[in-house]
């Protein structure tokens, strides 16, 4: 089956980097696109990042666009989230995610994303 495990939250300061890790199984990951999205304290979920199979075509959130780069190394089922010059309001659980490839709505539709990692914790703070 399925299975996506995140890791490599912590806590940082304003301005910091982290890296995030996702170690996928269970499908033939270089066939599918990847999604990394978050969820704040108290909001819905927020559409983070997408990388297709291949791993050459990419898409951002505008909050996010210029400080964070999504990659992937198909060879090691493993798809990263860097993410540099954090600020406080990056502070969520971030989620690794397989999303549907047939759906053609919004992206931050919880229906969007049928498998997900369980979440790692990043905490930007002085």
């Known amino acids: 089956q399925v299975e996506l495990v995140d890791s490599g939250g912590g806590l940082v300061r304003p301005g910091g980097s982290l890296r995030l890790s996702c170690v996928a199984s269970g499908f033939a990951f270089g066939f599918y696109d990847m999604s990394w999205v978050r969820q704040a304290p108290g909001k819905g979920i927020e559409w983070v990042s997408d990388i297709d199979g291949s791993g050459y075509s990419t898409d951002y959130a505008d909050s996010v666009k210029g400080r964070f780069i999504i990659s992937r190394d198909n060879a090691k089922n493993t798809v990263y989230l860097q993410m540099n010059k954090l600020k406080p309001e990056d502070t969520a659980v971030y989620y690794c995610?397989?999303?549907?490839?047939?759906?053609?709505?919004?992206?931050?539709?919880?229906?969007?994303?049928?498998?997900w990692g369980q979440g790692t914790q990043v905490t930007v703070s002085p």
């Open positions: 995610t397989r999303p549907d490839p047939t759906f053609s709505g919004n992206r931050e539709q919880l229906s969007r994303y049928p498998y």
